[in-house]
């Protein structure tokens, strides 16, 4: 296919995506689940489990394999506009207040997950199934542990906006501790894919660089920006010159923290912490925000949805096995986060609700785990039974919610409708 | 490359892009140019005529062939969501008043430069740097009718935008006259693709489906709208939903247009038009225009840029050649349009801009060269010559337009800066 044809198909694939992501979502609203569970499930319902199988033609005429750059392209590109904005929204001085909790709620959701991971791991190597026989037993227990402690972080991020929940203190708490986590475990899955390709130095790369990019955009950028942030103070509003250019360091943030094999999504995210407050950040909220998350964000859940095959879990073993892992996951991640935050002395409402989020490991797992299999460290089964597992605790995350913050959650859904 | 390495260069050639715009812009705007000449100027210069020639290896590193199709998908979906805002912004009743200048303008920018194109064609058929050896007379003179008659749309919208004149008799008369010559240029463009493939019927298909889709949007469609205006006029603002079946309709238009082998941005130009009006309209441009033009809408021009290599006009006889299509485009479509405003009664300032607005040829030339060139209609030598005509008639259009309406111009340009 021709550029020009492929332009084309991404005008239907487009038109196709937010009609099945808007009626999806009015169905899942009525079952009390956000409108991010929804985008998700529409994405599993378009791919090979729902309408690959039921309509395999049109499948493959409306998703080719040529046009998935395309498609991933435009979803990155979504996924690292919202991040942005999450990071905008961040609120460093909120979480400066709760940093003793922050700091115990993320330690506990990578510790007892990676443990219980790894463990996993250490049973099940010889499975033909799971592992591919190359990896080694050090790289199986590190690629499952960095796997069960990833936190749905842009998903917990999305949740947390749409519960109106962003400026709140357990709204920080729990985006900090995610991203902790989340950076954490892509930090390990460095040094797993580094070892895989027996370059020790890229671990080096991403882990060093990572920490540099985060103390000069922190350190310096933000310092630096703060005359730019009274000049729209006193404005009033953003000019296209300003715009432009924080476009530029988000690309720029996003692009270095993908080449050096951390996730543009934490560059996206810390450029946005270095944002000026107050009028500058309600302005790129204003600017930003509608057209990423109605049009490019509902790309992102698609498309990883369409990398999604159910299918595979096809004998009763790995249904037990994927029961099993479910289990390690929410006593790991769930249980361990609320048991910190308890212990910190939050109210078992605010503990559970972190529990719940964090445990949450949306398509964020996806994406470690479409890593892992390119790569040849895991095999097709593990697979299917980690996306189960992803799915799962992605899909309880907002009917415990919604128990915890009925009021708030369903008004703001409405609103968000 | 993966799609993952693609979607990494891709926030670093955005990031490029921006920046480079964004230093042309400071230095054109000094030269009395708009943002959208310094645009594609920007665009130019990273392409082979001069990044490629100066820097090859950066050049090759961000730009691979493979990003490609990336790229023009991005850029097309930043020019649709932009025509999509002209058309919101189109005023019809203002145009009804005019109906007879508009017409008269249309036509004369068609029939004149048509005729030249043709008579040009006639004499150089033979050349083999300028047409391929299967191409026929008629074959010819069709194409090279259709491309002198096309007027730079998208530009001439964003000209006359930056200058603050959407919603004056002036602009809507441009707007209009320049839309329905686009519209018959790609009508006859139709007519020569389909002669070359020996199937008459795309040519019914595009022609037909053009005026049905025209005729449900603007009779229909309209219609079942207007209580979505009502509803966002008592609201006072347009919600997530409402905006998601916007853009569904947006993309479907597009597809469509470009499926029937028009072209996309009529069919989001002509949804623009079927959207309810005041608040709604309003609502929309607030939502849509600053991430499109700051973001989406320079990855347009820079692409077309990028496919352009003024180094291929390396004869004295091209340059002859240059210099007469340049003349008979300016003649042909500046002058006559000039003539029939003036005829129609309209002063000569409005004449003169509305004669340099249709003369612009823009980037919209750009894509029937490049359709032409690589389906083998034209060769490299009249691609350059063309491209040459484009570029200058382009660039002549906003020092006139400052001259004649010079207050205004600057003070609207400081403003988008």
Known sequence: MSSFDLSVLLFL????ILGVCRVTALVFRRLGQSQVVSEMIAGVLMGPSLMGWLAPAWSTYLFPAESKPILFAISQLGLVLYMFLIGVEFDLDLIKSR?????????????VPFALGALLAYYLLGESALFSARTTLLQAMLFMGAAMSI????????????QGLSKTSLGTLALAAGSIDDAAAWCVLAVVLASFQSRPELAFYAIGGGLLFGLFALQFLRRWLRPLGNMVEARGEISQGTLVFVLLL????????????IYAVFGAFIMGIAMPRGKFAAELHRIVYPLTTAFLLPVFFVYSGLNTHIGLLNTPYLW????????AATLGKGVACYAAARWHGESHREAMAVGTLMNARGLMELIILNIGLQRGIIEAGLFAI?????????LMATPVFERLYGGTATARTRQEG
Chains 1, 2 share one sequence.
């Open 13 to 16: 694939q487009l038109a196709f």
């Open 99 to 111: 940093l003793r909790s922050a700091a115990s709620v993320s330690l506990a959701g990578i510790v």
């Open 151 to 162: 936190t749905a972080f842009p998903m917990l991020a999305r949740i947390i906006f749409e």
């Open 250 to 261: 988000v690309m720029l943030g996003a692009w270095f923290t993908d080449f050096i094999q």
């Open 320 to 327: 037990f096995l994927a029961c099993v892992v479910l289990l």
């Open 386 to 394: 980690m996306v189960m597992m992803a799915i799962i605790t992605t």
